[in-house]
């Protein structure tokens, strides 16, 4: 009987899962293989640098999840031939989404165990995007070609004028920053930072930023471990949560949630951080009061104080997984604004998102759930704006506190039930969750059917007083 392996030991005795200890340590390897990048290596040649960050990635891919990397090189290659034979067609796009995603979805049904496990399909549904996304540019390099005009803004930025050649997509996909748990990149900002004068035109060095998001990751991290041993991932489903008092759950569930996002949280701000050391996160110098400075935000995944303060769920929505939703809005949500209807272009972009998550109903309703609280909070934002009495409300000293207090204290009181599907998966889990706690959330956002009538009467009262005095 052979004995259990370092990191198993290791694993154990954190109180953690081995794969996932393995994601974080293979995801911490970057930071001494781009410290040694940048030391030796990026004033190379670019096929240099592609090779080196392909092998790289390819061997910590397969430390951390084994045999199961296959599958990613199996879909760059196919991806590859898409783009050989029909590259810059709308054909390819197409060809390129129905082969990602339909692999992707194909995994999650044959490894599926009902738990959340690290297995090829987590960086396997990072790829799937930028594989598709990849195809969309190539597209819109040849459109813009044909007509300069004819791309938006964000088409411009990321459409690619030559289609990418195999050691390119390798180096792209398996780059260790991203491969994981993302960020997302283009292939187009990825070949400038390939190049071998790159490094030399950072007017700073980005490695102090990005041990410091590594370090704000770690505790993250902390935090989530300390705190999960107490109000674990399934504790909604346990006999403690069922057996607590109706108000203590409305504590607490915050709380609970909070801890799960951090794990979240850490991960990609440790593969942020790896991003930043190797300087591509650089996006240009920003303007401050002390004068202009590198911005090294360009992979950023999150925006802590946004996050942390946030008084609505939009700030939520901007701040938290930015690059995927960032990617979504781009080759999602733009790309159907030919239906004139920005319902179900954001229907289809929420739709698009669970599916990409997986199978479980646990991730629809979530995303359900989302489609309520933003379609919600736009027509609660629009009467609260052109409400006269706000107007006059504003003019009080204590305004902007309070409303930042109650606003913060109502994402930190549905947050939880929102997003409570996401980790229990099952509606047998999350049904009696959610009865226990009297489906709250629904009453309030889809009563606003009914509630919001009052609502809008009370704060537009001022304004039809004032009408009929003019």
């Known amino acids: 009987m052979s004995s259990p392996s370092w990191t198993a030991t290791l694993a ?184 071998p004068q790159y490094q030399a035109s950072l007017p700073a060095s980005p490695v102090k930023f990005g041990l410091k998001r590594l370090a704000i990751g770690v505790c993250y991290m902390t935090a989530h471990m300390m705190g999960s041993a107490y109000l674990p991932e399934l504790w909604p489903t346990t006999e403690q949560y069922t057996s607590t008092p109706f108000l203590l759950k409305m504590l607490l569930l915050p709380v609970w949630c909070k801890l799960i996002l951090a794990k979240y949280l850490s991960i990609w701000l440790m593969a942020e951080g790896v991003c930043v050391v190797s300087g591509l996160a650089y996006t240009g110098l920003e303007d401050t009061p002390d004068g202009p400075r590198p911005d090294w935000t360009g992979c950023a995944n999150v925006k802590l104080r946004r996050l942390e303060s946030a008084s609505k769920f939009g700030h939520y929505i901007e701040a938290f997984n930015i690059n995927t939703n960032s990617w979504v809005m781009t080759y999602v949500y733009k790309r159907l604004r030919f239906l004139n209807n920005k319902y179900i272009s954001q229907a289809s972009a929420l739709v698009f998102l669970a599916v990409w998550h997986g199978w479980h109903s646990g991730y629809y309703l979530t995303f359900f759930n989302e489609f309520i609280v933003v379609n919600f909070e736009r027509e609660f934002s629009s009467i609260w704006s052109s409400s006269a009495k706000v107007l006059r409300w504003k003019e009080h000293p204590a305004y902007h506190t309070i409303t930042a207090i109650l606003g913060w204290s109502y994402v930190h009181i549905f947050l939880p039930h929102c997003f409570l599907p996401f980790p229990l998966l099952f509606a047998s889990r999350y049904i009696p969750a959610y009865t226990s706690l009297l489906y709250t959330q629904y009453l309030f956002f889809l009563g606003w059917l009914v509630w919001g009538k009052l609502v809008r009467a009370w704060l537009m009262g001022e304004n039809t007083t004032r009408k009929k005095a003019e």
């Open 12 to 195: 154990t005795s954190l109180g953690a899962q081995e794969s996932g200890l393995k994601l974080v340590l293979g995801q911490l390897a970057g930071y001494p293989l781009l410290l040694l990048y940048r030391r030796h290596l990026a004033n190379k040649d670019t096929n240099t640098q592609h090779l080196y960050f392909f092998l790289s990635g390819l061997l910590l891919a397969h430390w951390v999840i084994g045999e199961g990397v296959t599958h990613s090189l199996y879909s760059i290659l196919a991806t590859y031939i898409i783009l050989l034979v029909s590259g810059g067609t709308l054909a390819s796009v197409v060809a390129s989404f129905v082969l990602n995603m339909t692999y992707l979805m194909a995994g999650y049904w044959y490894i599926n165990t009902g738990e959340y496990d690290i297995s090829w399909t987590m960086p396997q549904c990072v790829l799937c995007l930028r594989l598709i996304g990849l195809t969309w540019d190539v597209y819109d390099g040849a459109r813009q070609k044909e007509d300069p005009t004819s791309l938006s803004k964000d088409q411009a930025k990321t459409a690619l004028p030559t289609s990418p050649n195999i050691l390119e997509m390798l180096s792209h996909s398996f780059f260790i920053g991203g491969y994981f748990v993302g960020p997302q990149f283009s292939l187009s900002k990825y070949r400038l930072f390939v190049s």
